[in-house]
């Protein structure tokens, strides 16, 4: 996985699928950074992922919370049609965090030029 | 030199009074065929044609015993004959009619020798029932072959994913949504929704007139699917029965946008996007 900064917003790819041990040293490392950069929003790209398991989906929840409570919006996106239907089957889904198709919209989404066509409570 | 046995022997000799009989024996069993109404949905010129083609493969494999030519031919033949409505019954009953022709016509010439007639009866029938079962099954075989087909193509066309606007796209369900359509709209909506780079679907299901609860829940796990993709989905149309069984099957509806009709969905869609449709004053329809 690799973190960039981009002005405000930290973009987090993974590449391959990661282990739980894995999943947590990218929570640390992203959290950390957010910290050291600043950062207002966060976009986590899954896009190279075939499968996301139930313990990767709490991990991406986690990260949006802890994000949030240190004043960084995040977004998911790039979920791939089938990771996506299988999540939904599963019944892991997102939970409140803001999904995306990709990185482009990821970005427009972050930076309020989108409305991003969801009912808001 | 390869030995000739005493079975290929005599299944030379029949060929070549197949062969020098051809023309009466063809016209027999053309007019057999008549007889027996088949292959009504073709033109007597056809007939002859066909009739002709088939005497002279039938022989071609009685003599070479190889029926790969023939299941070629046969396979030409059914895409040729299939769109023109012929049955499988029709088909396999020309061929049996052939084989009789062909074996009366060897009763006739061996009639004296019974023992010869038994011989050359041997060596006949197995052929010749290779050539009926080759027929038959390149037929069935080819017929399967369109309904697959066919049945592609209605699968393809009964979920359109359609682009109405840049980022929107319309999915009409007309007809029965059963659980084999239900998966496979997902799949084709998900990857619309990546194709397009939609943000709003409209799924409008007015022209579907109930749904069971395993689709209701398929349906409810689409909407959600699609939102991970980033998109939201609008559904429209709700008839009063699904809307029940939606309400029924406690599933968390909260989540789910929907709006009384097409026209709604597509007004709030245009919203969500931004777009700002106004009619000109002066407009004309000429």
Do not use: C
């Not at chain 1, 640390?28 to 976009?43: F, K, N, W």
């Not at chain 2, 080759?134 to 049945?151: C, G, K, L, P, Y």
């Not at chain 2, 929907?258 to 002066?282: H, N």
């Amino acid at each position: 996985m690799s973190i960039l900064r981009q002005g405000s917003t930290l973009i987090a790819s993974v590449h391959t699928a990661l282990d739980d041990s894995e999943l947590e040293r990218f929570r640390t490392d992203l959290v950390a950074q957010i910290g050291e950069h600043r950062s207002r929003g966060v976009i986590i790209d899954v896009a190279a992922l075939d499968v996301i398991d139930s313990f990767a989906a709490l991990t991406l929840r986690t990260i949006a919370e802890m994000a949030r409570l240190r004043g960084a919006r995040t977004v998911i996106v790039g979920i791939q049609p089938e990771v996506a239907f299988t999540m939904v089957r599963l019944g892991m889904g997102t939970g409140s965090i803001p999904t995306a198709l990709d990185l482009e919209e990821g970005l427009a989404l972050l930076t309020g030029g989108v409305d991003d066509g969801r009912r808001r409570p | 030199m390869t030995q000739t046995t005493p079975g290929q022997h005599l299944l030379s000799e029949l060929v070549a009074h197949l062969r020098e009989h051809r023309t009466r024996l063809r016209e027999e069993w053309a007019e057999r065929i008549q007889q027996a109404h088949l292959l009504a949905a073709m033109t007597p010129q056809e007939m002859a044609a066909e009739t002709t083609s088939v005497y002279d493969n039938y022989v071609e494999v009685l003599e070479t015993g190889s029926v790969e030519a023939l299941q070629h031919y046969a396979r030409d033949l059914s895409e040729r004959i299939i769109p023109r409505g012929v049955e499988t019954h029709e088909v396999v009953g020309i061929v049996l009619l052939l084989r009789d022709v062909l074996a009366r016509s060897l009763f006739e010439k061996y009639q004296r020798d019974f023992g010869l007639l038994n011989q050359v009866l041997d060596a006949y029938e197995p052929a010749a029932n290779r050539i009926a079962n080759t027929v038959a099954v390149s037929f069935v075989d080819e017929r399967e072959r369109v309904i697959r087909q066919q049945q592609d193509a209605i699968r393809e066309l009964s979920t359109p994913v359609l682009p109405v606007r840049e980022r929107l796209l319309i999915l009409p369900i007309i007809g029965v949504l059963d659980s084999d359509r239900a998966r496979q709209l997902t799949e084709q909506l998900l990857a619309g929704i990546r194709r397009h780079r939609a943000r709003v679907v409209v799924i409008d299901i007015t022209g579907a007139p109930d749904v069971d609860v395993a689709v209701a829940n398929h349906l409810v796990q689409t909407v959600d699917a699609s939102r991970l993709m980033g998109a939201s989905v609008i559904i429209t149309g709700l008839s009063p029965k699904i809307a029940q069984t939606l309400v029924t099957i406690g599933v968390d509806l909260s989540k789910m946008n929907t709006i009384g009709d097409l026209q709604g969905g597509l007004e709030e869609a245009e919203r969500l996007l931004g777009y700002a449709v106004t009619k000109k004053e002066d407009a004309t329809l000429s």
